[in-house]
């Protein structure tokens, strides 16, 4: 703002002054409004600490663990008078019968969402536990049953009974959270009682790999050990995550925290309070992520969607989607990877007949699928049967092939009727290689079309090339598991 001053010269010492006095005013103000934006919240947080606080808990779970009947005797020489001293040591107060069991402890954080006493905490907090005690803001304490519990999220539901309506947060949208918003979040750290930290989210949308729903909130404000359960606030006093996990060499906070997004969180919540149970829908396909090469070999625009590596017996079957299929939009909703429609697909309600537009062939269509039930279908899964191949051998793309015999059978443990051709050899400086196959693979189809031989899968490949494409789809099974794969085909 000074530069700005100084370069209108030309003004006389009356409009120099008059024009400094409203530079400077102009700079104050917009120094303010960076300021105040920069903060997004007052100076302290202590308003919005001292409203919150009183919705979230202590938790503190008591575990019965059962111990060995008898501890190992130390070797000592045989005859020894320290072999009736240990003896006796180890008997004492045993009366010939087992130790008794001990008793073990664990704390954490959990936060109240409505005035008749529903808590949301972390499964992993109340796993296993005996007893389950919430301790209040006030410091009063009371016994916790277990509503529901959902293990793909890390997310438990419990319930106190309490002699009039307790204080609650409700959920946010952790949609509307950006990047550099400020958060607060609330807890039990290493069990010293009711802590607030402050930080910001460094990051949306993480996984951790540990479930098929992964959706956290990184944030570097300081999480610890017995956090875990506990609120992660926006500044509107909103829940938008529930911290979970933290990564650190050393065990304590080193600025990545996670939160469960509370999208996710939420509708967990209200199924496990309607069911005490999850009920996820479920599509009924095995899906892999669409790389460039991929797309190229599909003849896609670009690498997205979810391609269709399995079909089983279910409900994606029986509306006609095949392997090889890439699903471009789910329930009106585009797809943009499989993280993106297996979260679509869990948050459907189970029987909703949806539609979905795939890409098949080159061609898209739509085809529309009644919804089952997640949990249901993972009690029992049918694999597809296929027929029997004939035998030859063959090489190909840096590859040894053969098909199926009675002895490669028994090494693979394919049952008979089974279908593919099996690797021997996978050159190591070749494509295939670096793509991750090797020797037992099973090949199932080369460019959408299923191989019963060697012969096939040189055929398709030739196919491939004649047609222009830089490189093939691969269909691949290991120890039952399938994937596709791109192949390049070479210049």
Do not use: C
């Not at 610890?224 to 979970?244: A, E, H, K, W, Y």
């Not at 090494?411 to 690797?423: E, I, S, Y």
């Amino acid at each position: 703002m000074t530069s700005l001053a100084i370069t209108r010269t030309n003004a006389g010492p009356k409009s120099q002054t008059y024009l400094f006095g409203v530079v400077l005013t102009i700079a104050l103000m917009l120094m303010q409004t960076m300021t105040a934006s920069a903060r997004g919240a007052s100076d302290s947080f202590a308003d919005l600490a001292e409203r919150l606080s009183p919705a979230v808990v202590n938790i503190t779970t008591t575990q019965t663990i059962a111990q060995p009947d008898r501890p190992a005797m130390p070797q000592v020489p045989k005859g020894s008078p320290f072999e009736d001293f240990f003896k006796d040591f180890l008997d004492q107060g045993q009366n010939g019968q087992g130790r008794k069991p001990r008793k073990a402890t664990a704390l954490g954080s959990g936060f109240i969402v409505s005035a008749d006493g529903y808590i949301v905490t972390n499964n992993h907090v109340i796993d296993k536990a005996d007893e389950i005690v919430i301790e209040l803001f006030s410091g009063i304490e009371l016994d916790a049953k277990l509503i529901g519990r959902d293990i793909k999220t890390d997310i438990a539901l419990l319930k106190v009974e309490a002699d009039g309506p307790l204080p609650f947060v409700a959920f946010g949208d952790s949609d509307n959270s950006r990047v550099g918003d400020w958060v607060l979040a609330i807890g039990n750290p290493l069990g010293q009682g009711f802590s607030v930290s402050a930080g910001i989210i460094s990051a949306n949308n993480r996984t951790l790999r540990s479930g098929p729903y992964d959706d956290f909130i990184q944030t570097d404000a300081a999480i610890n050990r017995g956090n875990s359960g506990g609120p992660l606030f926006n500044m509107d006093g909103d829940v938008i995550g529930v911290n979970t996990a933290i990564i650190s060499p050393t065990g304590g906070s080193i600025g990545l925290g996670f939160s469960m997004a509370s999208n996710v969180v939420s509708g967990v919540i209200d199924q496990l309070k309607e069911f005490g149970e999850t009920r996820r829908g479920w599509l009924g396909v095995s899906i892999q992520d669409v790389d460039a090469e991929m797309a190229d070999a599909l003849g896609l625009e670009k690498p997205s969607g979810a391609l269709v590596s399995d079909v089983p017996e279910g409900p994606a079957k029986e509306a006609g989607i095949l392997a090889g299929d890439v699903i471009l939009n789910f329930d009106g909703k585009e797809v943009a990877d499989t993280r993106g429609l297996i979260k679509q697909v869990g948050n459907s309600a189970v029987g909703k007949a949806v539609r979905v537009i795939v890409q098949r062939d080159g061609k898209t269509q739509t085809v529309k699928v009644v919804l089952a039930r997640r949990e249901d279908a993972e009690k029992s899964l049918i694999v597809p049967v296929v027929a029997k191949p004939e035998v030859s051998k063959q090489e190909a793309l840096g590859m040894k092939l053969t098909s199926l015999t009675a002895e490669i059978r028994k090494q693979l443990r394919l049952k008979d009727d089974v279908t593919g051709v099996a690797v021997v050899t996978v050159d190591e400086e070749s494509d295939a290689y670096e793509k991750g196959l090797r020797v037992g693979d099973l090949i199932v189809e080369v460019g959408q079309i299923a191989v019963e031989s060697p012969a096939d899968v040189a055929k398709s490949v030739q196919s491939a090339q004649e047609a222009g494409r830089k490189s093939v789809l691969f269909l691949i099974r290991r120890e039952g598991n399938p994937r596709f794969v791109a192949l390049s085909l070479g210049s």
